[in-house]
């Protein structure tokens, strides 16, 4: 079920973005571009945070979703160049970064490191 979940959840997301960048009038814009817009960096947030228990994780992977959201929105509005489309991309980026990050330290973890004396 939980795999389920996860699948919608992605499905969803996709579609949101992918609706909010070809400018498709759709009613199911607003709430899919939205959902995008909060799991995406939530997702990637809470893949970095693997230590805390279940709801401290969740709690702060959505505390850290909206934060990133505010900022990139502050950072667009300041640099006059607010869009939809702009901040998907940017909320994208972000949020792949994030993952790309995540990956990294996993990898080193897992590679042996080799001594020669």
Do not use: C, E
Request: positive net charge.
């Amino acid at each position: 079920m939980p795999a389920l979940l996860a699948g919608t959840a992605v499905a969803v997301g996709a579609v949101g973005a992918m609706l909010a960048l070809t400018d498709i009038d759709s009613p199911l814009r607003a709430p899919f571009t939205l959902f995008f817009l909060l799991a995406a960096p939530t997702a990637a947030i809470g893949a970095a945070l693997k230590g805390l228990d279940p709801w401290g994780r969740i709690i702060t992977s959505v505390s850290g979703a909206v934060a990133v959201n505010l900022l990139v929105a502050q950072a667009m509005l300041a640099l006059h160049m607010w869009s939809v489309r702009g901040g998907v991309v940017a909320i994208t980026v972000i949020g792949s970064l994030i993952y790309l990050l995540v990956l990294v330290r996993q990898l080193r973890r897992r590679t042996p490191t080799r001594r020669t004396s």
